[in-house]
């Protein structure tokens, strides 16, 4: 199956992988990613702030997905 209805769900007509791609597909796809990057900081779950080089990154994480929220560096 590609993907699991919300009858499925009910039903109790579904494999272990169904879900598994259901989750995957929900919270691993560029649109949750790209919805996560506009969420306030105080919304997210833990907030890491790391250096790469010139570079200042804060990164988001929200029900275990990661987005970079914020970049300083020489440019910005």
Request: proline share 1%.
């Amino acid at each position: 199956m590609t993907a699991i209805t919300k009858e499925q769900i009910e039903s109790g007509d579904y494999t272990q992988d169904d879900i598994l791609d259901y989750y995957d597909n929900l919270y691993n796809n560029n649109l949750h990613r790209e919805s996560l990057k506009n969420l306030p900081q105080d919304k997210f779950d833990e907030i890491d702030t790391q250096k790469d080089g010139d570079y200042d990154y804060t990164i988001g994480t929200k029900d275990g997905v990661s987005v970079i929220v914020d970049q300083k560096g020489f440019f910005w």
